[in-house]
Every structure is written in structure tokens, then in C-alpha cells.
């Protein structure tokens, strides 16, 4: 089964069923393939089956599969679950196992090469969009792993979203991580800018059109200020700390290659500052607010 086309019906495994992969799975479904899905939550593995899918009660169970798709929290993990052993004696070599989590470029290599020596293929595809681009099947996908693998699984990706090749195993990793240290330094920055010109007398609605029409614009600016934070939704889909983990693995990896991130050691401290005081499942746009209710 593993050298089957991507046109192809396929029997995927997927394991974490939470806010982003439980509409990844439902697409993948409505895409014709077979979905075996595994979550720790009981009512996620239920509306894997309302949504046509079969829930198993294992990840063991779910990692018989022609593609094994890994939507957890992070390399940790990912490490668990791929070294359990249920996993381990299910997963048949020539096993595509995409790891689809925010994991460490570093680990992320190490595995594919633990896989390899029992023929098991490993491919990083992180995604960007929030909870709305899986929904959508508007994902952004960042690739990462052997080119003839990955012709082989983009079909499956291309049911949630746009993949982008970056390189080989690992380099999916890290440019998400570096998207995301990016995304949060604009995200305080045009924070600060907004609460700033609102103290002063100026319509959040007009600075953003401005913004948005000059240099200053940004993913904050066009999506998450006029989306989830003037609305007060703050509800985005992405976790404070999931963004937090981001940017340290960002950070740890600049430095790691003889790069001194000094802005993002700064926007770090200042994450972890939000991070401390606010709940521990809050949304990563709730740093706006933070930052009002700091401000003298």
C-alpha cells in the first residue's frame, strides 16, 4: 500500500483530533479517503464518526494506515506517541507518516532518521491559518522531507490547503517557527501601535485602513486586530503558549546556527510576561488585551 498514488483512495490514520484536526479529518473524508482517527477525548472520536470517519481507541489502532497524519501539541509529544509500541509494530515499512504538529526542526530530523532504518517515511507539514483555513481547507502547508515522498502525500495536503515546499526533512519545522516569531513580534508591536493611537484620540477602524494601505501592514493589522480582537472575540483558534512554544523553538534555532535573535529573545520575555497572568488556554490575540490592562 505504500507506493499507492496520491489520486488514490487511501486508508489514513490520523491521531489528534482537537480544534485543528478534527475539521483536517472531516475534509480528508469528504475527499474520499478512509480515515481511521484516534484523540484521547471521547466526544472527538464521536464526531469523527458523525463526520463519516472510523474511530479507533488507539493511536496503535490508527497508525495501521497507509498515511499516518500526527496533529499534536508537540515534539514531545509526537516522540511519545511514535515511540509507543503498539505504534511501532503497526506502522509497515513504507509507512508515510506526516507529522502536521508544531514540532522541533531538530527532533523533526532525528525521528525521520529512527523511521528510516525500518523503511517508515517522515514528512513535517505544519500548518497556518487557525482553526477558520482548516475549516476552509484554506491551510497554509509548509513542507518538509524527500521530494519523491512528498509527491506521494500532496494530494492529501492539497485536500487542506496549499503546501509549500520548503526543503527537505525538518525545513517545514522551521519555517513555521519562524513565521510564528515573526507573526507574534507584529502582533505585540501593532498592539502597542493600536492602544497607542486609540489613548490619543484616533479610530481603531481608520488606523487600520491606513495601516493597511502603508507600510505598517501586517497578518495583525489585515486579520487579527479587525477579526478577533476589535470584535472582542479573541478567538482565533491558536493557543497563547502554542505561539509562546513557537517562538522559543524559533529562537533556539537562530541561535543554533550562530544567529543572536536578539528582537526575539525580547518578544519571548514579553510573551512569557502575558503568559504568566493570563489562563493557560488562552488565545494568543488575548495579548492585546493584555497589553491595554498593563498600560498606564
Known sequence: MSDTGPQEALTIGFIGLGRMGSPMARLLIKGGHRVLGFDLAQQARAHLTEAGGTAVHSAGAAAAADVVILMLPDSKVVTSVLGDDAVTAALAPGTIVIDMSSSEPVRTRELADELAQRRIHLVDAPVSGGVRGAEAGTLTIMVG???DIVDRVTGVLELLGRPVRAGGVGAGHAVKALNNLMSATHLWVTSEAMIAGQKFGLDPEVMLSVFNGSSGRSGSTEN???NFILPGGFDS??????????MK???ALARAVGVEPTLG?????????AAEDL???????????WIASTTN
Not at 279 to 289: G, K, Q
Open 265 to 273: 529573545d525580547e518578544a519571548v520575555e514579553l510573551w512569557a510576561r
Open 249 to 251: 523553538i524559533a529562537t
Open 224 to 226: 487579527k486586530w479587525p
Open 237 to 246: 483558534g491558536f493557543g497563547l503558549r502554542l505561539m509562546l512554544k513557537d
Open 145 to 147: 522531507g524527500d521530494a
Open 279 to 289: 489562563d493557560p488556554d488562552a488565545d494568543h490575540t488575548e495579548v492585546a488585551r
